[in-house]
């Protein structure tokens, strides 16, 4: 379940909740809100700075408990750090960091002022959303599979709500609707392999469509798939017990024959290398290898839950890559569903090789207006951009600056890298049409490039989220990106198209 949203438009001083949030800035310089509450509250807030209780630090917070002179029982003071060079990544940070304080307390509700400051080059729909789903984020708890300690019979934040006009609406709107893709796809990718596996992964989007209108849903099996020709993706299934899923959702919000946008993700539901087996030590972390598929359902999801007026279709092949006596092997040559050759040289270089056959299929059955992949599709990704941006690749500068853009917008953002054809020729090979690995160098690249080969001439872009898909650590959980990325580039596609119509 979501946090739920609403709006506040009483004074600071006066919102009757367990808890009201307003935020100083370095150097004790207090908001509007918090110089209200701090008039109404006898000096209680310039007390605390006084006192060095409260720095305005970024992101650092304390609490003030039943102040005389105010309705509510607490207030939480929040740091904004410098008010010279305050931004929109910082509004996140802040508001995330806001959220886990509020999440300590004993407080079931609270009413936030941190939207009214303000934020170069964003409104306020834009600071409820990102607000919100900041507070939804940290909100989030992983319980598929244990009880986390219990706060000892204390009550769970359920709601809050955020100081703004009602021109902010639209924005908590999209809070909401993104939010519940972000949990759907943290939800699924959190899952253990045992339990997330393709058939599970299928049954998760048959629910969805049969619980959502205009939405439906089909699952090719192996045997159809056989039939259709998907050689590279069955051989990569080949060593596992779970047998592969190509799971495919459709939306109809547009006109009836209006060409599709298309989102397809890499389902690999565990990645152990295969023949090239991965070494031990964090190879539990594979389990995240559905986090490209997950991206696409939870993206799904919230388009669905927006009702945004395109047409979409969502394909995840979903496949668990194991060693086994009838595994695909280093040297196997493999006949993709395009029809080109593949040499295998590496079992772990596995996901291109689902993908290229998904990627085939869903150019040729749906002629997309656009189709993005998202996948956790190489460690060199991580190396090169680290776990903050997603490696963003396509030879069509429009779509690349629409899906640039859309990341700025959520700070779910990505960082372009060429596709230059002079990488291509690291995939020769002397056996076959491609090679599925491409050498030592640019090994984000080179993937992309093999991708590249098997989109039909569609308008393509791939996402690698190898960095961003999920949090570093023994306890690091799913992220649910590139979910509020691409369903900002829904949203914008959908307004362009409506502008265009005018
Ligand atoms: N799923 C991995 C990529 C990955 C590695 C994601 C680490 C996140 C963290 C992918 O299937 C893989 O194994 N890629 C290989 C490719 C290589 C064999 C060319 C890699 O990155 O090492
Ligand atoms: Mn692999
Ligand atoms: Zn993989």
Redesign the pocket.
Same mark, same amino acid.
């Given at each position: 379940m979501t946090l739920q949203f609403s709006l506040a438009s009483a004074a600071p001083e006066t919102v009757d909740t367990p808890c009201v949030v307003v935020g100083v800035y370095e150097n004790g310089v207090l908001t509007s809100a918090a110089a209200r509450v701090d008039g109404a509250a006898d000096g209680a807030i310039k007390r605390l700075v006084e006192s060095g209780d409260v720095t305005g630090k970024a992101a650092t917070s304390a609490v003030l408990f039943a102040p005389a002179g105010i309705a509510a029982k607490r207030v939480l003071v929040v740091g904004l750090g410098p008010q010279k060079c305050f931004d929109a990544a910082r509004f996140q940070k802040i508001s995330l960091e806001a959220a886990r304080a509020i999440g300590r307390l004993p407080v079931d509700g609270a009413v936030s002022y941190l939207t009214e400051v303000d934020v170069p080059g964003q409104d306020a729909a834009w600071r409820v959303r990102a607000a919100a789903l900041a507070s939804d984020y940290a909100a989030y708890r992983y319980t598929a599979t244990f009880k986390p300690r219990e706060k000892n019979g204390q009550p769970e934040l359920a709601a809050i709500a955020f100081a703004a006009g009602e021109e902010a609406w639209p924005g908590l709107d999209q809070a909401a609707a993104i939010a519940e893709g972000v949990r759907f796809a943290r939800d699924l990718a959190n899952l253990p392999p045992n339990l997330c596996n393709p058939a599970y992964i299928a049954t998760q989007a048959q629910a969805f469509a049969e619980a959502n209108a205009r939405t439906r849903c089909r699952v090719l099996d192996h045997v159809e798939m056989e039939t259709l020709g998907f050689g590279a993706l069955l051989a990569v299934g080949r060593g596992s017990a779970n047998k592969p899923k190509l799971v495919v959702l459709e939306y109809q919000g547009g006109a009836e024959g209006e060409k599709p946008y298309a989102l397809v993700g890499?389902g /690999?539901t565990f &990645?152990t $290398?295969g023949i090239?087996l991965?070494p031990g030590a964090g190879m539990e @972390?594979?389990k995240? &290898?559905m986090g490209g598929g997950a991206g696409m359902l939870g993206t799904f999801v919230a388009a669905v839950k927006l009702g945004l007026p395109l047409n979409l279709v969502c394909v995840v092949p979903a496949v668990e890559?194991m060693p086994d006596g009838d595994s695909y092997r280093p040297s196997d040559v493999l006949t993709s569903l395009a029809g080109l050759t593949i040499e295998v040289l590496?079992t772990?270089? @596995? $996901?291109r090789l689902i993908l290229a056959d998904a990627l085939t299929w869903t150019a040729r059955t749906f002629q997309p207006q656009a189709m993005v992949d998202a996948a956790?599709?190489?460690? *060199?990704?991580?190396v090169a951009l680290g776990k903050h941006a997603s490696g963003l690749m396509s030879r069509h500068d429009d779509l690349a600056a629409e899906l640039l853009a859309a990341g700025e917008a959520t700070l779910d953002r990505a960082w372009r890298l060429p596709l230059w054809d002079d990488y291509q020729v690291q995939l020769d090979s002397g056996f076959a049409d491609v090679a599925? /690995?491409?050498g030592k160098s640019g $090994?984000a690249i080179t993937?992309g490039c093999f991708l590249s080969r098997f989109v039909e001439g569609a308008r393509w872009a791939h996402l690698d989220i *190898? $960095?961003t *898909?999920w949090d570093e650590g023994r306890k690091g959980l799913a992220t649910g990106r590139p979910v509020p990325l691409l369903t900002q580039w829904l949203i914008d596609r959908a307004a362009a198209a409506a502008g265009n119509r005018e």
């Amino acid at each position: 379940m979501t946090l739920q949203f609403s709006l506040a438009s009483a004074a600071p001083e006066t919102v009757d909740t367990p808890c009201v949030v307003v935020g100083v800035y370095e150097n004790g310089v207090l908001t509007s809100a918090a110089a209200r509450v701090d008039g109404a509250a006898d000096g209680a807030i310039k007390r605390l700075v006084e006192s060095g209780d409260v720095t305005g630090k970024a992101a650092t917070s304390a609490v003030l408990f039943a102040p005389a002179g105010i309705a509510a029982k607490r207030v939480l003071v929040v740091g904004l750090g410098p008010q010279k060079c305050f931004d929109a990544a910082r509004f996140q940070k802040i508001s995330l960091e806001a959220a886990r304080a509020i999440g300590r307390l004993p407080v079931d509700g609270a009413v936030s002022y941190l939207t009214e400051v303000d934020v170069p080059g964003q409104d306020a729909a834009w600071r409820v959303r990102a607000a919100a789903l900041a507070s939804d984020y940290a909100a989030y708890r992983y319980t598929a599979t244990f009880k986390p300690r219990e706060k000892n019979g204390q009550p769970e934040l359920a709601a809050i709500a955020f100081a703004a006009g009602e021109e902010a609406w639209p924005g908590l709107d999209q809070a909401a609707a993104i939010a519940e893709g972000v949990r759907f796809a943290r939800d699924l990718a959190n899952l253990p392999p045992n339990l997330c596996n393709p058939a599970y992964i299928a049954t998760q989007a048959q629910a969805f469509a049969e619980a959502n209108a205009r939405t439906r849903c089909r699952v090719l099996d192996h045997v159809e798939m056989e039939t259709l020709g998907f050689g590279a993706l069955l051989a990569v299934g080949r060593g596992s017990a779970n047998k592969p899923k190509l799971v495919v959702l459709e939306y109809q919000g547009g006109a009836e024959g209006e060409k599709p946008y298309a989102l397809v993700g890499k389902g /690999i539901t565990f &990645d152990t $290398g295969g023949i090239s087996l991965k070494p031990g030590a964090g190879m539990e @972390e594979m389990k995240f &290898d559905m986090g490209g598929g997950a991206g696409m359902l939870g993206t799904f999801v919230a388009a669905v839950k927006l009702g945004l007026p395109l047409n979409l279709v969502c394909v995840v092949p979903a496949v668990e890559n194991m060693p086994d006596g009838d595994s695909y092997r280093p040297s196997d040559v493999l006949t993709s569903l395009a029809g080109l050759t593949i040499e295998v040289l590496n079992t772990d270089a @596995e $996901g291109r090789l689902i993908l290229a056959d998904a990627l085939t299929w869903t150019a040729r059955t749906f002629q997309p207006q656009a189709m993005v992949d998202a996948a956790t599709l190489t460690g *060199a990704c991580v190396v090169a951009l680290g776990k903050h941006a997603s490696g963003l690749m396509s030879r069509h500068d429009d779509l690349a600056a629409e899906l640039l853009a859309a990341g700025e917008a959520t700070l779910d953002r990505a960082w372009r890298l060429p596709l230059w054809d002079d990488y291509q020729v690291q995939l020769d090979s002397g056996f076959a049409d491609v090679a599925n /690995i491409g050498g030592k160098s640019g $090994g984000a690249i080179t993937a992309g490039c093999f991708l590249s080969r098997f989109v039909e001439g569609a308008r393509w872009a791939h996402l690698d989220i *190898a $960095g961003t *898909a999920w949090d570093e650590g023994r306890k690091g959980l799913a992220t649910g990106r590139p979910v509020p990325l691409l369903t900002q580039w829904l949203i914008d596609r959908a307004a362009a198209a409506a502008g265009n119509r005018e």
